[in-house]
């Protein structure tokens, strides 16, 4: 027999809905067994039209080739890079150094943090953008109703390294894999640099990004029975100068390409890179921040990690002088310090596609 449940329980979970902590612990739960009404969006995004030309795919960037190439192959991966950004927003970059076997313990190590008891992840709450351990899971009053099938941490790892103490392990290869994937993207704004005709160290000068700030964020995405009523990550920009993105090997990103919604699947050896707002503000919107969003599905937990690496925190960010001009390029962005801009975008006061 169904056991009852009083009244006014039920009308307090239909207001508030109970607290979770994380997503994983819902789904583990031994009493769950249909999807609380909360995390429920109202239309089905797996509905949206798809882009799915055979002969249209993302872009691939061999790094390698930039730091060991002929001049000539140099200048054609630049050459790349710039189809990469104007078309795209995004490319898959191979030959890179950061090792598999990395990558790999990497994921593994966050898949341990996640196992963590709820009491202990609790320790690593934050609640501000600029906590340096944050850890949570997707309920974001400001962008929608629906909580996000999605549990997280983000970690600030540069220009100082914070990260947990547990699992055992974790901040060695945390470091090490911030450290490596930063490498790669020095050499990437370099190049960038170059394929927007700009002098090499432009954008490294521009941003500072010596000091620039890279956030580790992990994602969580638990298999979800109704896969189609629930959103792991909406559609947004992210506000660094590039992301790098790996994933466990479930897909589920989709990124914004001619308008339509493209699903993107990462391999293993490959860093997924976004081109992210203050590369736009710094092109003056000649390489446009790529829109994306995470669904989830009903057979695998998925994890991804995305490192954004931004400017220095304190560097008014402009749109580089050369790339304006009055009459056919005006300068289209406000000129802000990165901790601003983060700030406003937290506030929900950052209009239109920065929002
Ligand atoms: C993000 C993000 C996408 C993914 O963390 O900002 O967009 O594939 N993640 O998890
Ligand atoms: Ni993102």
Redesign the pocket.
């Known amino acids: 027999m169904a056991s009852r449940i009083p009244l006014d329980t039920l009308k307090a979970s239909l207001v508030h809905p109970p607290k979770v902590t994380s997503v994983k612990a819902l789904v583990e739960s031994t009493d769950f067994s249909s999807l609380p009404s909360f995390y429920t969006f109202t239309h089905n995004l797996h509905d949206e039209p798809i882009s799915d030309d055979p002969d249209d795919s993302i872009p691939i960037i061999d790094i390698s080739l930039l730091v060991s190439g002929t001049p000539e192959e140099q200048s054609q991966v630049i050459h790349q890079l710039n189809k990469a950004c104007s078309d795209w927003g995004c490319f898959m970059v191979i030959n890179h150094g950061v090792s598999e076997s990395l990558t790999k313990a990497m994921i593994a190590s966050f898949q341990e943090f996640f196992d963590l008891p709820e009491e202990e992840k609790k320790v690593f709450q934050g609640n501000h953008v600029m906590d340096p351990i944050r850890c949570g899971t997707g309920f974001n009053p400001s962008i929608n109703k629906a909580n996000l099938w999605?549990d997280?941490l983000k970690c600030i790892t540069y220009p100082e390294f914070h990260s947990p103490n547990k699992p055992a392990g974790f901040s060695e290869i945390a470091l090490e894999f911030s450290k490596r994937n930063r490498e790669v993207v020095t050499v990437l704004l370099k190049a960038i640099s170059k394929s927007l005709g700009l002098e090499e160290s432009y954008i490294n000068k521009a941003a500072n990004f010596e000091l620039g700030l890279q956030l580790l964020?992990a994602?969580y995405?638990p298999a979800c029975p109704e896969p189609e009523k629930v959103i792991?990550?909406p559609a947004?920009y992210?506000h660094g100068l590039l992301?790098t993105?790996v994933?466990n090997g479930v897909s589920?990103?989709q990124v914004t390409h001619k308008e339509k919604w493209f699903n993107?699947h990462?391999p293993a050896n490959v860093l997924?890179v976004?081109v992210a707002d203050h590369l736009e503000i710094l092109s003056n919107g000649k390489y446009k921040s790529i829109e994306?969003?995470?669904l989830v599905n009903d057979k695998a937990t998925?994890?991804?990690?995305?490192l954004?690496h931004g400017p220095s925190l304190d560097t008014i960010i402009r749109s580089a002088p050369e790339l304006v001009d009055s009459e056919s390029h005006p300068p289209a962005y406000v000129q802000i310090t990165y901790k601003a801009f983060l700030e406003l975008q937290q506030t929900g006061k950052l209009r239109d596609k920065f929002e």
């Not at 998925?302 to 995305?306: C, G, Q, V």
């Open positions: 999605r997280y964020a994602n995405y792991g990550i947004h992210d992301t993105l994933n589920g990103l993107v990462v997924f976004q994306h969003r995470a998925r994890m991804s990690i995305a954004a």
